[in-house]
């Protein structure tokens, strides 16, 4: 773990860099996780928009849910117009 | 306008953050932000959205983005605007990499970057503390948005009564107990209070009906001067479970509880009319913040005929008449 | 050396030097007695004589707020306030430090309520002592037009918010003859204001929640920047200097060096302390007086070198109930260390007139070696 920036070394007046909050894996805040049943999609984009901390992705035509910061709110889960997001047990 | 297209754009606002599972705010702003395609500078208010996506060293902001107080989103807005104005004049905020530092006057100003300011606030912000910054923004006719992500009380300190929290219901500081039944007052209605102001754009919207946000996003960026947009956002403090907020959003439109509409120019437009008023009791029943009400008919009732007269003033207001 | 004399009042003065530093924004709300200020401002934007966009915000927290919002966005900021203008703005003020701006304020001292009173006194000023902003007194409308154009220069150096003070009403709304500088030269001493980071041109996040594992750092940065200031004071001042023609330090030393007796004060009343100073030094009595400009940061070390070995009173135009008041405070914290007498005294709350009668009755107690533990009072009906 590296060890906290002293008062000469931080940047002035707490300016944050955009983004930044990208190093923060949420993931782990999970107990449940969706799995996308592919077949069944239709495309609709709507668990893409709707997904409140943004990580579900349209990658290679597949609907991918990002681990890595998914809360595990399954709110995908419920929007889906055609119910192939499951949610299961996430450890 | 579709799901896809908003799922196209840059992300503003980025995967990090700490709001609750399924907070509705993140997805409202992440629509609301995808209605420009013009660069955006946002001002946010003390609350959930702000706390939550800007604890040091990281931000979830992908745009500039500032947080100065509680109640003066929309006098940082303002401050922020007039800047670009008076340093547009100056050919200061110029498009690309210049290296001629020589201008005509006219050549500066078309090639000026064109920037679009928006300014968030919870119904904290918006509704009590921040009601003077707001009102006096939109008075001087800035030209800007303003969003309202209304979760109906302080929600960020635990939820704490606002102006904006419904009648009845639980909170905090309004508690239910022996003899008090949740809020003694009825919602105040803060988009009513802006359209009262003139202003160009004033909408309503809920995140169950998310392609009638992003149009009206797109309408409040467009407009010229002050636009404001108030939007439901449903949170687990009401009682509810993270994967209901569009659900429960969704019963607030059906039962004219949350009417969404538009007031364009002084005319106004509901935007959805159910065909049949769900009953009010249909949107309460599956919070847990109005439970002690569920077996008193007395306030059911004033709360459902409340509802009712808003609506129907809302529909004079549109110039229709109430269908039986 | 420009040789341009109008008659101007003290609000005026001001006026002039924002209209030759031609801000990009200023966000005001007009408070007595500074309301003139914004007022000739805004004939200025109305007459075309200046390029600043104004904002009429409807209270001055709104004011501070639009300008935090306005400097965070690149632009060149001032503003104006007194009293429970200034008091409706505290919540902002420690923001605009704290988020580095350097945005100036002038505030023209009058006292705060309650009671209601719109008269001078330094109370508002000292309310903000402790919130990051640099703090410059100016005895008359000379001084405020010289200070104002100083700490402009000066906040955008040391990239902190500054606030200019003079006394409400009796310099703000009389008369004086002010030397002008030349607009140009102002326009060069100020230079063009371009910011490493702004909203308008960076992705950054301003104003992010700091938790108890990094706000003490920001902070000492703060506090580090404010300390520095003293000297980048200075080096500005002397930059003036070579307009001007006149000198500028931490404090007017007047008649100092070799009085015994030396009254300590700020702002127009130490005008009133010259005279009688002038009239006692023909009598031969060696008298003198200490006029604090910079009052935060404050130059301890420096009050300290000059004072030893004298007999002081402190005259405070405001009260800190409950413990000594802020400039005699300051005094006996520069010179804790060393053997001095300091008096206290307090006066002209709410307005209430000093006279030179006064003043020379504390000379008169100083030279008499009469010194009180408890503080005194000039003018109060006891």
Redesign the interface.
Known sequence: MSRLKNWKEIRKAGLVEPASSLAVKTGDWKVVKPVVDNKKCIKCYKCVVYCPDLCIEMKNEKITPNLDYCKGCSLCSKVCPVKCIAMEKAR | M???E??SKE?R???????C???????IV??ILAGTDKEV?A?CATGCL??A?????????????????F??SA??????E??????K??G??KKAQENASHFLRAERQNLSRE?KFIAFGGDGGSYDIGL??L??AA??GHDFVYVCYDNEGYMNTGHQRSSATPYGAHTTTSPSGKFKKGKEAFRKDLTEIMAAHGIPYVAQAS?SN?LDLYMKAKKAFEAKGPAFINVLSPCAQWGI???????ISDKAVKSCFWPIYEVEKGEYKINFKPEEKLPVLEFIKSQLRFKHLLEDKEMLDEIQKHVDEKWRHLLKLEGEKEAD | MNKNKIALTGAQAVAEAMRQINPDVVPAYPITPQTQIVETFAHFVADGKVETEMIRVESEHSAMSAAVGASAAGARVMTASSSQGVLLMLEILPIASGLRLPIVMNVVNRAISAPINIHCDHSDSMACRDLGWVQIYSEDNQEVYDNTILAMKLAEKIELPVMVMQDGFITSHCVEEVEILEDEKVKRFVGDYNPETSLLKNKVTYGALQLPDYYFETKMQEADAIAKAKIEFLKTAKELSKLTGREYNYFESYKLKDANYVIITMNSSAGTVKSVVDKLRKKGKKVGLLKPVLFRPFPYSEIKSVLKGKKIAVLDRSESFGANPPLFSEIKNSLFDINARVQSYVFGLGGREIFEKDIEKVFDNLMKNKFDETRKYIGLRE
């Open positions: 579709s799901f896809k908003i799922a992300k606002i980025v995967s990090g953050h700490r709001l599972p399924g907070c509705a705010a993140i997805p992440r629509i500078v001002a702000e706390v996506t800007t604890i040091y060293p990281y931000s979830s902001w992908n745009i500039p983005f500032i947080h100065n107080a109640e003066n006098a940082t807005i303002s401050g922020i007039t800047a670009y104005n008076a340093l004049k100056k200061k905020i920037i003077q910054a009102s006096g008075e001087r995140l998310p479970k993270p994967e209901e907020s569009v659900e």
